[in-house]
């Protein structure tokens, strides 16, 4: 329990490993995770280094499991997901790995290979068939006289025709072929243009789409023919179908030929079919045996892979036979490290026990804070603000209930933090699902991590809801209002600024058991007044003590480091300032709640003689007496106040001095002290004349030691700066709890009147459909705003309350984090990272 107030005590160890026994030492060690390794090669290369070659292999194992994987996701095939985490290989168990990743990935290479030879033979067939079929339909419109309707369509005129000669018969060539769709216009043209019309094209689409062997998309082409005179055209002509990439097929040009051809195609078609079935009923059922051990092999790749990693940190002694490495190890884990040493030990059958020994440093330690599900979001708040130092006490068991209690006197209605409770609740009851799922949406992952908090939001709200008695901007009234109004009906609707007499029959002197009034909610003028006083009262309220605790907190890091000093010079005057001033304001609060009613019988302490505080504290701090002019009120709230509040203010005043000059004065003293001692042990060691060198040395530190007292003096001043004013700044800063808390009520009144009222108010069956529509759209907007948007808004206030107003007065947060050596975290990450 201690680690969860401060975090645990650590040591550097030096650990002596043999070699045979290190790989086994390292794996058990990583299934711990408790041991964070320094690295003792820091000037050697990472190429350099003793396992490189390990690692490569590593890495080489992993491309091709990686490879399966994407083969493995492209057919669909599930991944068979245990959850467990089998053990670190042993080292000669990667060479039947590398053998087996090997050999799945020629196989499946091969197996690749040959489909996609067969694919580009079956698609160059379905397009050959398509140009038998289409070229046949062409020559038998031609035979048949029909007239074309190409886009593109030029007879082949000779200058003898243009003349009116007589033209003997003119051989065609012609050749045909397929193109992409999208590129025929553009192949029309060129054709036109390079050709000058000397050519006549002849085209028709597939219907249906062909599959590109190469990716396995879908394309969608066109079967052309051309007709041209001469062996230069067809050159040309050739040349262009190469630039647009389009294939030409050989087209016999004798009818029978074409369907001679075209019977041997389909033919080879249907062979081709059922090959390519058989060779994908191969490869699905090598890839269905290879995604069944998919996720462990990765798990052991990775293992061996970080295990190697690790052993690169370590250094070897001089007879090449022992690996020395340093670690930081929390002390209460000491003996569960040796125990999972021995028994890698036992694994490797080594006969020599690895070596464990504590060693003394002046290096600040990593800081490690033990967490479970519960308190790991927490922590990660204080940890985004900075990590602790070492040893420092640790905001997040007090944030644990300060952090969703401030959040919820901004976000206090009990129906909002029903629906925030139960959408927690529903994360923290059905986590393990949830969690099994591994979803890569960053926004979901934030919720999901966070859900205990915001489970604790919602409780937490719906107690504050209870109290503000507010539950969708309505109230409740379980207990009965103790106010009841005298006037008749009439009266009251034609009045609207009719007021209830405290003093008479309209209270019935007994305040609402818990929570605010009901009756607070119907009284449309001054609602809103008396809540803001009371809301703003319970803000500073809550502010102060949240401070102060703050303040106190820091006592117990001055005791624990034996840091008398601070406390005398800092905490002090720091406590004396805050509660002189500003918790003697709260205290005037709840004398005035106490002292002051409407129902009073001295006049003196009736509610129209009730102070300002605020008045009154800008008086006390200013020494200005209050208004004589009062009539039958006391000017103030008890005896002796007025001389009370100048010993207050004074005593305040004069901590500021001793924040600033105490602390520095004492340093500056004890240098001197210590200055003179060493000088007279000098003397008294080496003589007269022997001591005058030591004199000497330090005269010439002299300037030094002055730069280090004014950069001490500038540091104090900073910070008894910080401390005052933030005083004042920061207890304002907590009227964010009161604004807040009004913006949200605010909101939600007007939704419900805006929108929800009006759906009320229709009657019969249209009136039904009607509210059902208002409804909806009422609890979309009641979700999407009051609940999301001021949701986050009230939680980033929550978290700037604790980050400046609260961490300031105690928490340096300058330490770095614990990262053990562990299994858990490495695939975690490396899962993460592949998803990505």
């Known amino acids: 329990m201690g680690s969860l107030f401060r975090s645990e005590e650590m040591s550097l160890c030096q650990l002596f490993l043999q070699s045979e026994a290190a790989y086994a030492c390292v794996s058990e060690l990583g299934e711990l995770g408790l041991v964070q390794f320094r690295d003792l090669n820091p000037d050697v290369n ?9 690692v490569r292999r590593c890495d080489e194992m992993e491309r091709k499991l990686r490879y399966l994987e994407k083969e493995i996701k492209k057919d669909g095939i599930p991944m068979l997901d245990t959850g467990e985490s089998p053990e670190a290989p042993q080292p000669r168990e990667m060479i039947d790995l590398e053998a087996t990743f090997e050999k799945l990935e020629n196989e499946l290479r091969e197996v690749n290979q040959n489909a996609e030879a067969l694919k580009r033979n079956y698609l160059e067939l ?7 079929r289409k070229t046949q339909v062409f020559f038998d419109e031609q035979e048949g006289g029909m007239h074309t309707t190409e886009s593109m369509t030029r007879a082949l005129i000779t200058d003898e025709s243009r003349t009116g000669k007589a033209m003997g ?5 012609f050749v045909a072929g397929v193109i992409l769709r999208e590129r025929l216009p553009a192949f029309e043209r060129m054709l036109w243009r390079a050709c000058r019309g000397n050519v006549f094209l002849r085209q028709a689409m597939i219907e249906d789409p062909l599959e590109d062997p190469s990716n396995g998309d879908k394309v969608y082409k066109s079967v052309f023919i051309i007709f041209f005179q001469g062996d230069q055209l067809k050159t040309r002509v050739k040349k262009i179908c190469e630039g647009f990439r389009a294939t030409l097929y ?8 074409r369907r001679e051809m075209a019977m041997g195609v389909m033919t080879r078609i249907e062979d081709l079919h059922t090959v390519l079935g058989q060779t994908q009923d191969h490869r699905h059922r090598v890839l269905v045996a ?3 051990n998919l996720k462990n092999w990765f798990v052991k790749v990775r293992k061996i892979k970080a295990i190697y990693h690790t052993l690169n940190l370590f250094n070897l002694d001089v007879t090449q036979k022992c690996l020395i490495a340093e670690c930081w190890v929390p002390l209460l884990d000491f003996e569960t490290i040796q125990i999972a040493l021995r028994r890698g030990t036992e694994r490797s059958g080594s006969s020599v026990p690895p070596i464990l020994n504590r060693m003394e440093t002046f290096e600040d330690p990593p800081t490690y804070n033990r967490t479970n599900k519960f308190t790991h979001a927490f922590q990660a708040l204080i940890n985004a603000y900075g990590v602790a130092s070492y040893r420092e006490m640790n905001p997040a068991p007090y944030t644990i209930i300060t952090f969703p209690f401030l959040f919820a006197v901004m976000f206090g209605d009990l129906g909002h933090g029903t629906i925030m409770a139960l959408f927690g609740l529903w994360m923290v009851l059905k986590e393990k699902p949830l969690a099994a799922k591994k979803s890569d949406n960053e926004i979901w992952n934030i919720f999901f991590g966070g859900r205990y908090i915001i489970f604790l939001m919602g409780v937490f709200s719906m107690y504050t809801g209870f109290v503000y008695n507010d539950i969708f901007s309505k109230s409740l009234n379980v207990f009965g209002s103790a106010w009841s109004t005298n006037y008749n009906t009439s009266t009251v609707m034609s009045n609207k600024a009719l007021q209830l007499n405290p003093k008479g029959m309209d209270y019935a002197q007994t305040p609402y058991p818990f929570g605010l009034d009901p009756v607070w909610q119907v009284a449309p003028l001054n609602k809103i007044i008396f809540q803001n006083a009371y809301k703003m009262k319970i803000s500073i309220i809550f502010g102060v003590i949240h401070m102060l605790f703050g303040v106190f907190v820091g006592l117990f890091n ?15 005057p720091q406590v004396i300032f805050l509660v002189f001033l500003f918790f003697y304001m709260t205290l005037l609060m709840f004398i005035k709640w106490v002292k002051y009613s409407a129902s009073a019988t001295d006049v003196v302490y009736s509610e129209g003689c009730a102070p300002s505080i605020l008045i009154t504290f800008i008086n006390m701090v200013l020494f200005k007496a209050p208004d004589k002019n009062t009539g039958d009120c006391l000017p103030y709230m008890f005896a002796g ?7 207050l203010v004074v005593v305040a005043l004069l901590c500021v001095p001793w924040m600033l000059l105490a602390k520095p004065i004492l340093i500056m003293r004890g240098r001197k002290e210590a200055a003179v001692s060493v000088c007279i042990e000098t003397l008294d060691d080496s003589g007269t004349q022997a001591g005058q060198q030591p004199a000497q040395q330090q ?9 280090e007292m004014s950069e001490i003096f500038i540091h104090q001043g900073i910070h008894t700066i910080e401390y005052v004013l933030g005083s004042v700044s920061h207890t304002a800063s907590y009227l964010r709890l009161w604004a807040l808390s009004l913006a949200h009520a605010q909101l939600a009144e007007v939704l419900w009147n805006m929108v929800l009222q009006n759906g009320l108010k229709q009657d019969g069956w249209i009136g039904g459909i009607a509210l059902w529509a208002v409804f909806a759209f009422w609890a979309v907007l009641t979700v999407g705003i009051l609940v999301l948007m001021e949701g986050l808004s009230a939680f980033l206030h929550t978290l700037r309350l604790h980050w400046v107003e609260f961490q300031s007065k105690f928490y340096a947060g300058l330490g770095y984090a614990f990262q053990p050596f562990s299994f858990e975290v490495i695939l975690e990450s490396s899962s993460s990272s592949s998803e990505d």
Request: net charge positive; proline share 6%; glycine share 10%.
């Open 558 to 572: 001055h005791r624990y480091f034996k840091n008398k000093m601070a406390i005398y010079c800092e905490f002090i």
């Open 46 to 54: 990472a190429f350099q280094r003793k396992f490189v070659n390990e």
């Open 290 to 292: 290879a995604a069944k």
């Open 641 to 647: 106040q007025s001389g009370l509040q100048k010993f």
């Open 169 to 173: 018969p003119v051989q065609l060539g």
């Open 250 to 257: 050989p087209c016999p040009e004798a009818p029978t030929d």
């Open 126 to 132: 379905t397009e050959l068939k398509h140009i038998l």
């Open 699 to 707: 005269g010439g530190g002299h300037g030094h030691d002055n730069e």
